[in-house]
């Protein structure tokens, strides 16, 4: 089921929290709406569950206008990060609780079956009988996906699944959700904002920002192509430099970097730590190490150069480097954006 929003407008009290926003999730994709807190992702998917209503704009389900369709009768299934499961009822009878109140009757034959598939899908086989109090945070999320799949929703919409989960944890489960995305090809809108989270899952990444869409493409595209400081900026592990470009060329700090094709005036370079290489054969800019932090794959240095900042860099483990030491710096494809 392909989902379409015109125009969405969305205002609470005189607050704007989502303004004009249209965009497209085709049939079977994985869309993720990625934003910083209050950039309005979780108001766009209540709009599309029909929990909230548009104030202008419409919200498409395949050729249908579902504006004004109820929840129930949207055929969404929910995984929130609190909607909590129902604690006094046991994992299966919490998968089955969809199929019980459905208008769409079943025999009871047919609800147990149906509760064994979907453990078996969210690898939870033999744990029907625990109560949500008996296992695992990680655990009681993945019934919470089995029970929204309970009733065959036509669209599946997760609100940050994993927020409240630790990092091992989140990333285990973010690879199992894109299976079994691409196990049902169920049509998906996940709302984060963990970048890493969008860009592992996602087919195509939503960028919001104080409500309105700023970039959308595919991970690749968003992480090789960012439109502004803001996305670079967001996607993460950016270093940002004030600048000054003149005929071609920024000055940050006292150092000239070529900035082909920038205008002149105030700028802002932005650099990833991949844009720096540590005792270059050649050229580079003076720099001094301040710190070397260990990681499980490789050291990342902080260092004092003439940019006007601390810069960061990796280098591979068996490189020997100390506080203190001196030596020059590579910058490959810095990013320039005008200062706002
Ligand atoms: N019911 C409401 N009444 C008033 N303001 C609201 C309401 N719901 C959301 N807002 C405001 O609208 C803006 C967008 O909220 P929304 O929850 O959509 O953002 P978000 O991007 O999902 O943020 P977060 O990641 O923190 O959940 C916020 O400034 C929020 O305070």
């Not at 430099?241 to 071609?248: H, L, S």
């Not at 483990?317 to 590579?330: E, K, M, N, S």
Request: net charge neutral; hydrophobic share 45%; charged share 25%.
């Amino acid at each position: 089921m392909k989902i379409r929003l015109e125009n969405v407008v969305k205002t609470f009290q005189t607050f704007r929290a989502v303004r004009d926003v249209s965009l497209e999730i085709e049939s079977g994709e994985l869309l993720a709406l990625l934003g910083p807190s209050g950039s309005g992702k979780t108001t766009i998917l209540r709009m599309v569950a029909g929990l909230e209503i548009p104030d202008a704009g419409r919200i498409l389900f395949g050729d249908t206008d579902a504006t004004d369709i109820s929840v129930r009768d949207r055929g969404v299934g929910f995984v929130f990060q609190h909607y909590a499961l129902f604690p006094h009822m046991t994992v299966g009878r919490n998968i089955a609780f969809g199929m019980q109140v459905s208008k769409v009757k079943r025999p009871r034959a047919a609800i147990a079956t149906r509760v064994d598939d979907l453990l078996r899908l969210v690898r939870l086989e033999g744990l029907g009988d625990r109560f949500p109090a008996q296992i695992s945070g990680g655990q009681r999320q993945r019934v919470a996906l089995a029970r929204a799949l309970a009733v065959d929703p036509k669209v599946l919409l997760l609100d940050e699944p994993f927020g409240a989960l630790d990092a091992n944890v989140r990333r285990d489960l973010r690879r199992w959700l894109r299976e079994i995305h691409d196990e049902l090809g169920i049509t998906t809108l996940f709302v984060t904002h963990d970048q890493e989270e969008a860009l592992d899952l996602a087919d195509r990444v939503v960028i919001l920002n104080g409500g309105k869409v700023v970039q959308e493409g595919t991970p690749e595209e968003v992480c090789r192509h960012p439109v502004s400081g803001f996305v670079m900026n967001f996607l993460g592990d950016t270093m940002r430099f004030d600048a000054t470009v003149w005929n071609g060329h920024a000055r940050v700090g006292s150092v000239d970097i070529a900035a082909p094709g920038m205008p002149d005036g105030p700028a802002v370079m932005y650099l990833r730590a991949r844009s720096l290489e540590w005792a270059p054969a050649e050229g580079g800019i003076p720099a001094q190490i301040l710190r070397v932090l260990d990681r499980p794959d490789g050291r990342r240095v902080l260092a004092a150069t003439g940019l006007g900042a601390p810069v960061e860099f990796d280098v591979a483990p068996q490189v020997a480097i100390r506080p203190l030491d001196h030596g020059t710096l590579a910058i490959r494809d810095p990013t320039f954006f005008p200062a706002a």
